[in-house]
Structure formats: structure tokens, C-alpha cells
């Protein structure tokens, strides 16, 4: 069957091998989250027409107006993964605590837990811009068969069985890794299923895109203002193009087929960064791994950072090597804005 009309189920079967799926948990996972990205799509395109738009009248732990959608996206894929039975557990920006998945008989003998972030950049939904869903998967640390604990979500990132994101844009996307590569597929609304229309997804090595907020520049470490300056001077290969949308996933997704680099620093406003590593900078920069990209937090590999609390911040800096190399050169100036956590980590000792 030729790879183009690989379906998202076709394909994970094709690869049994690389998907994990000794009991077909991990395919049943994927196949939930691939049923509850259809129904936010549907929601999402149709926001517009219904009186789903605007603010829900509710902030989430991170202080944010959560929009209707956050919420819909929010249950829609909690609800999904609950009835299913699929994991023990699930953690979510929407969602102060972790949330444990009782089985029938008050066990669940499942072994995977998810941390999502159920609809990223939902700020743009009412200008008709992209957002998207961004998950993690890992196996959980805990014994089988008892509630989860904070530890099962509290893992390094370079621990997850997968990652992937849903971009609800001109296309509705799903963009999934399971540590071999990175595969893109595509939804035909007329039929309902997920396509592979992007067979092994990477980073052009170097890039000519920045995506970074510059109205926050006066308020950022110094390294990002010099690299920033680099991207803009006068040279064979520069200025290089801002491109920035306000939707990570967006912008990602850009970037990995363009090449670029995506920065969310920390800053004045922001002393640890905006973006949250759990579910946020993790999934995100194994995607970018896989796609022989890079993450760091300008200083270390994202994927190496031990995680401290649920709905901790990092400063991000993502997308093709080279371009992530040469931001870190310039952030090794300042090795003072390496500590951006110092303080959590003091409390945690
Ligand atoms: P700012 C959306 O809220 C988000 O988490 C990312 O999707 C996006 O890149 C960033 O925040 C935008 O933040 O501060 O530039 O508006």
C-alpha cells in the first residue's frame, strides 16, 4: 500500500515495532487521542458560528482567562481517555492537580500516563488564528494496579514513550513521535481519518527564521537581546525573518518545515519563562529531537531537566541545531541567567 494513503492506524500497525505496543495499550492511547482531536477540530472550525467564542469567566492555575474552547478541548480529552480506560493517569494545564483513572474495580492495571496541554495559544481563537493540542506520554514509575503519584509525572523528559500535537490550521495535523522519527498526518474531514502526509518530519539542519514576542525585547537577558541583534545585522546570510504568531505549535510546526528557531526566554515579566515544561517544552523538544532539531533552556538540554513541580516554567529555545547553537553561544556570556530556578531548587532541598 503506497505509504501516501497510510492511514494513522495503518501506519502504527505497519510499525508495531516501533509503537510499543505489546498489549495494543499504546495503540488504543493513540487511537483516543486521535478520536478527541476530531471532535476539537470539529468545535474549533466551527467556533466562530456558535456562542463558544470569548472568555469563559474562569482562570486556570496559571492565572490565565481560560476560553470556552480550553475548557470544551479540556474535557473533551480528559473525557476520551477516561472512558476508554486507556491510562492510570493524566495531568493537564487546565487541571490544578494530576487526575488518577480509577479502573472498574477500583484498580487500573494500565501503565501510561499523559500530560497535555489541551489547547495551547486559545488566546488566537477568536482572531481565526491556529492553535493546537500538545501531548506527552510516559510510562508510569509507580506500581501497576496502585494510584499514581506525583513521581509517574514528575519524570525527565527524555523518559517519554511519546509526543506528539494536534495543529488545528488550514489542515488539521497530528504530528507524533515514539522515538524513532517524526510523522505528520493529515485529517480528510470528509472521511474522518488521519492520513500520512508528512513521512519523517526534520529540521532543516540551519534555518532563516526567528520566532520570538520582540515586544518583550527591553525585558529580556542580555544573551537574547545580542542573539537577536545577530539574526538582524547586515551579512551574507542575514537579516534573518521574524516570524511569530503567538501559537507555539504554529510556529513550531512552521519552523520544522522551514527551519528556525522558536525562543520564549525568560524576562523581567517572566523570571522562568512563559512555557511549561511538563507538557509544553517537553513533548515539544522531543519532537524536535527526533527531527534532529534541538531544545534547550539556553544553558541545557530540555529533555534532561528534572522536573520540580507539575506546572513548572522553562525559558525555551527550539528548532533547527545550528540556529539553537549559536543562541546558546550567546547566552554562555551570561551563565549569571542560567539560574532562573535557583530559588526552586533551593525550597526542593
Ligand atoms: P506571548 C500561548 O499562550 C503560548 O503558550 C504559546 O503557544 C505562544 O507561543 C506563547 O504563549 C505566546 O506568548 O507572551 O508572546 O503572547
Same mark, same amino acid.
Given at each position: 500500500?503506497?505509504?501516501?494513503?497510510?492511514?494513522?492506524?495503518?501506519? *502504527?500497525?505497519?510499525? $508495531?515495532?516501533?509503537?510499543? %505496543? +505489546?498489549?495494543?495499550?499504546?495503540?488504543?492511547? &493513540?487511537? %483516543?487521542?486521535?478520536?478527541?482531536?476530531?471532535?476539537?477540530?470539529?468545535?474549533?472550525?466551527?467556533?466562530?458560528?456558535?456562542?463558544?467564542?470569548? #472568555?469563559?469567566? /474562569?482562570?486556570?492555575?496559571?492565572?490565565?482567562?481560560? $476560553?470556552?474552547?480550553?475548557?470544551?478541548?479540556?474535557?473533551?480529552?480528559?473525557?476520551?481517555? @477516561?472512558?476508554?480506560?486507556?491510562?492510570?493517569?493524566?495531568?493537564?494545564?487546565? #487541571?490544578?492537580?494530576?487526575?488518577?483513572?480509577?479502573?472498574?474495580?477500583?484498580?487500573?492495571?494500565?501503565?501510561?500516563?499523559?500530560?497535555?496541554?489541551?489547547?495551547?495559544?486559545?488566546?488566537?481563537?477568536?482572531?481565526?488564528?491556529?492553535?493546537?493540542?500538545?501531548?506527552? &506520554?510516559?510510562? =508510569?514509575?509507580? !506500581? &501497576?494496579? +496502585?494510584?499514581?503519584?506525583?513521581?509517574? /509525572?514528575?519524570?525527565?523528559?527524555?523518559? $517519554?514513550?511519546?509526543?506528539?500535537?494536534?495543529?488545528?490550521?488550514?489542515?488539521?495535523?497530528?504530528?507524533? +513521535? %515514539?522515538?524513532?522519527?517524526?510523522?505528520?498526518?493529515?485529517?480528510?474531514?470528509? @472521511?474522518?481519518?488521519?492520513?500520512?502526509?508528512?513521512?519523517?518530519?526534520?529540521?532543516?539542519?540551519?534555518?532563516?527564521?526567528?520566532?520570538?514576542?520582540?515586544?518583550?525585547?527591553?525585558?529580556?537577558?542580555?544573551?537574547?537581546?545580542?542573539?537577536?541583534?545577530?539574526?538582524?545585522?547586515?551579512?551574507?546570510?542575514?537579516?534573518? +525573518?521574524? =516570524?511569530?504568531?503567538?501559537?507555539?505549535?504554529?510556529?513550531?510546526?512552521?519552523?520544522?518545515?522551514?527551519?528556525? *528557531?522558536?525562543?520564549?526566554?525568560?524576562?523581567?515579566?517572566?523570571?522562568?519563562?512563559?512555557?511549561?515544561?511538563?507538557? #509544553?517544552?517537553?513533548?515539544?523538544?522531543?519532537?524536535?529531537?527526533?527531527?534532529?532539531?534541538?531544545?534547550?533552556?539556553?544553558?541545557?538540554? *530540555?529533555?534532561? *531537566?528534572?522536573?520540580?513541580?507539575?506546572?513548572?516554567?522553562? !525559558?525555551?529555545?527550539?528548532?533547527?541545531?545550528?540556529?539553537?547553537?549559536?543562541?546558546?553561544?550567546?547566552?554562555?556570556?551570561?551563565?549569571?541567567?542560567?539560574?532562573?530556578?535557583?530559588?526552586?531548587?533551593?525550597?526542593?532541598?
Amino acid at each position: 500500500m503506497k505509504s501516501s494513503h497510510l492511514t494513522l492506524g495503518e501506519f *502504527i500497525i505497519e510499525n $508495531q515495532k516501533h509503537y510499543k %505496543s +505489546t498489549t495494543g495499550e499504546f495503540t488504543r492511547l &493513540i487511537s %483516543s487521542i486521535k478520536l478527541a482531536a476530531k471532535v476539537v477540530n470539529y468545535k474549533v472550525n466551527k467556533a466562530g458560528l456558535v456562542n463558544i467564542l470569548g #472568555e469563559a469567566g /474562569f482562570t486556570n492555575i496559571q492565572g490565565e482567562h481560560q $476560553q470556552k474552547l480550553d475548557i470544551y478541548a479540556n474535557k473533551v480529552f480528559m473525557e476520551t481517555l @477516561i472512558n476508554r480506560e486507556i491510562v492510570c493517569g493524566i495531568a493537564s494545564e487546565e #487541571e490544578d492537580e494530576f487526575i488518577t483513572i480509577k479502573g472498574k474495580h477500583e484498580t487500573n492495571e494500565n501503565k501510561y500516563v499523559v500530560l497535555m496541554d489541551p489547547l495551547d495559544g486559545s488566546s488566537n481563537i477568536d482572531v481565526n488564528v491556529s492553535v493546537g493540542t500538545i501531548f506527552s &506520554i510516559y510510562r =508510569r514509575v509507580t !506500581p &501497576i494496579g +496502585t494510584p499514581v503519584d506525583e513521581m509517574d /509525572f514528575l519524570q525527565r523528559g527524555n523518559q $517519554q514513550v511519546a509526543a506528539g500535537y494536534v495543529v488545528y490550521g488550514t489542515s488539521t495535523m497530528l504530528v507524533l +513521535t %515514539s522515538g524513532n522519527g517524526v510523522n505528520g498526518f493529515t485529517l480528510n474531514p470528509a @472521511i474522518g481519518s488521519f492520513y500520512l502526509s508528512h513521512p519523517n518530519m526534520k529540521f532543516p539542519k540551519n534555518g532563516k527564521i526567528y520566532s520570538i514576542n520582540e515586544g518583550n525585547y527591553v525585558h529580556f537577558p542580555q544573551g537574547v537581546k545580542d542573539y537577536l541583534k545577530y539574526c538582524q545585522e547586515e551579512k551574507e546570510d542575514r537579516p534573518y +525573518t521574524s =516570524r511569530y504568531i503567538g501559537s507555539l505549535v504554529s510556529d513550531f510546526h512552521r519552523n520544522m518545515i522551514k527551519g528556525g *528557531i522558536y525562543i520564549y526566554p525568560t524576562s523581567t515579566k517572566n523570571p522562568k519563562g512563559k512555557l511549561r515544561l511538563l507538557y #509544553e517544552c517537553n513533548p515539544m523538544a522531543f519532537l524536535a529531537e527526533q527531527a534532529n532539531g534541538s531544545a534547550s533552556d539556553g544553558y541545557q538540554r *530540555i529533555l534532561n *531537566i528534572k522536573p520540580t513541580e507539575l506546572h513548572q516554567r522553562v !525559558p525555551f529555545f527550539c528548532g533547527s541545531k545550528k540556529m539553537v547553537l549559536k543562541a546558546e553561544e550567546f547566552m554562555a556570556k551570561y551563565p549569571e541567567d542560567a539560574k532562573y530556578n535557583e530559588e526552586e531548587l533551593a525550597e526542593k532541598k
